[in-house]
């Protein structure tokens, strides 16, 4: 087991995944059963039950499952080639920027305008902010200056958003920014799924690509560059596939944290400490926790609903705490 990993975690995984994503089609303010659901599914009449479930349940399914599934990759994916396990997609600007773009079509006006220029500004901040991270990093490969230049990106991004908000044209312009910021999957339409999932795909494409190489940087640059990759490409490939993956799914979500963090840290033994194991793991175990989260906001606050965002952050804040304590007494 310490060698191979537990055979099977994906099943469970994959499963777990399946009773999240069902959950979440079932449960919510309207109380529909099993059959009402499946036959909306299937047969797609125009009764309100159907429109429930086939344009308000089903998106949220989805991009529940989608973002999660992003978050979960990315997380494992820069925690191998930065070899920490403290390393999180909000950690090279790619998050901030993403709520930075979208932000500012609320500031802007545009948010009201048409519905799609939320997620069109976020993935332009996400753009925008990776190529500031690669500008500021160089051409090396060492992580320490990748690192830095994430803090540097992101609390400039930090900074213009708390001005934005200090600027907004109205208390209730504010209060609208404040709230999307929090993160949640409410209220989406298909409209957010069709332009968003196609960057999470080529995100998720570029990043589960790069396992044979995140394996062979566990033995040291040297020896990777020995066995023939090229860490340059690599670090090139793990940064736009997480900007490409996470802006998009900022952009119709939100921040929403520490599922990158935990989920990758939680599955890392049950795959013997392998990267390019832990990646599929990882975006099924961050989708089944995205969902999960999604169904608890409904049931313990079904009058006014708790944000994604807020409840991920009181889950993952203190598992954060207890990994550097946990850190801290691994060291000599």
Same mark, same amino acid.
């Given at each position: 087991?310490?060698?191979?990993?537990?055979?099977?975690?994906?099943?469970?995984?994959?499963?777990?995944?399946?009773?999240?994503?069902? $959950?979440?089609?079932?449960?919510?303010?309207?109380?529909?059963?099993?059959?009402?659901?499946?036959?909306?599914?299937?047969?797609?009449?125009?009764?309100?039950?159907?429109?429930? !479930?086939?344009?308000?349940?089903?998106?949220? $399914?989805?991009?529940?499952?989608?973002?999660?599934?992003?978050?979960?990759?990315?997380?494992?994916?820069?925690?191998?080639?930065?070899?920490?396990?403290?390393?999180?997609?909000?950690?090279?600007?790619?998050?901030?920027?993403?709520?930075?773009?979208?932000?500012?079509?609320?500031?802007?006006?545009?948010?009201?305008?048409?519905?799609?220029?939320?997620?069109?500004?976020?993935?332009?901040?996400?753009?925008?902010?990776?190529?500031?991270?690669?500008?500021?990093?160089?051409?090396?490969?060492?992580?320490?200056?990748?690192?830095?230049?994430?803090?540097?990106?992101?609390? +400039?991004?930090?900074?213009?958003?708390?001005?934005?908000?200090?600027? $907004?044209?109205?208390?209730?312009?504010?209060?609208?920014?404040?709230?999307?910021?929090?993160?949640?999957?409410?209220?989406?339409?298909?409209?957010?799924?069709?332009?968003?999932?196609?960057?999470?795909?080529?995100?998720?494409?570029?990043?589960?690509?790069?396992?044979?190489?995140?394996?062979?940087?566990?033995?040291?640059?040297?020896?990777?560059?020995?066995?023939?990759?090229?860490?340059?490409?690599?670090?090139?490939?793990?940064?736009?596939?997480?900007?490409?993956?996470?802006?998009?799914?900022?952009?119709?979500?939100?921040?929403?944290? +520490?599922?990158?963090?935990?989920?990758?840290?939680?599955?890392?033994?049950?795959?013997?400490?392998?990267?390019?194991?832990?990646?599929? $793991?990882?975006?099924?175990?961050?989708?089944?926790?995205?969902?999960?989260?999604?169904?608890?906001?409904?049931?313990?606050?079904?009058?006014?609903?708790?944000?994604?965002? !807020?409840?991920?952050?009181?889950?993952?804040?203190?598992?954060?705490?207890?990994?550097?304590?946990?850190?801290?007494?691994?060291?000599?």
């Amino acid at each position: 087991m310490q060698r191979e990993g537990w055979p099977y975690l994906l099943p469970l995984l994959g499963f777990a995944t399946f009773l999240a994503f069902g $959950a979440s089609l079932l449960i919510g303010p309207a109380a529909i059963g099993f059959r009402e659901t499946l036959s909306a599914l299937l047969l797609g009449d125009v009764e309100m039950t159907a429109i429930i !479930v086939r344009e308000v349940r089903l998106p949220r $399914a989805i991009l529940g499952l989608a973002i999660g599934a992003t978050l979960g990759l990315a997380g494992a994916a820069l925690q191998g080639f930065l070899r920490n396990p403290l390393a999180e997609p909000g950690l090279i600007g790619v998050s901030a920027s993403a709520a930075l773009g979208a932000v500012l079509m609320f500031y802007t006006g545009l948010a009201a305008l048409f519905a799609l220029a939320l997620p069109l500004g976020g993935m332009a901040g996400a753009c925008i902010g990776v190529l500031l991270v690669q500008a500021l990093a160089g051409r090396g490969v060492s992580p320490v200056t990748l690192i830095l230049a994430g803090v540097a990106v992101t609390s +400039f991004a930090g900074a213009l958003t708390s001005l934005t908000l200090n600027l $907004a044209p109205n208390p209730f312009a504010a209060l609208e920014i404040v709230f999307w910021l929090m993160g949640s999957l409410a209220d989406r339409s298909f409209e957010h799924v069709w332009l968003s999932l196609p960057f999470m795909v080529a995100g998720w494409l570029l990043l589960m690509s790069a396992g044979r190489q995140l394996d062979a940087l566990t033995l040291g640059e040297d020896s990777a560059r020995t066995m023939g990759f090229n860490l340059g490409a690599l670090r090139h490939q793990v940064v736009f596939g997480t900007a490409l993956s996470v802006g998009a799914a900022t952009s119709v979500a939100g921040a929403i944290g +520490f599922v990158g963090l935990v989920v990758p840290h939680l599955l890392r033994p049950l795959v013997a400490h392998r990267p390019s194991a832990l990646l599929l $793991a990882s975006a099924l175990g961050g989708a089944a926790l995205t969902l999960t989260a999604d169904v608890a906001v409904r049931v313990l606050f079904p009058g006014r609903e708790m944000k994604l965002g !807020v409840l991920m952050a009181l889950i993952g804040a203190p598992f954060f705490l207890f990994l550097l304590l946990r850190l801290r007494r691994q060291l000599p």
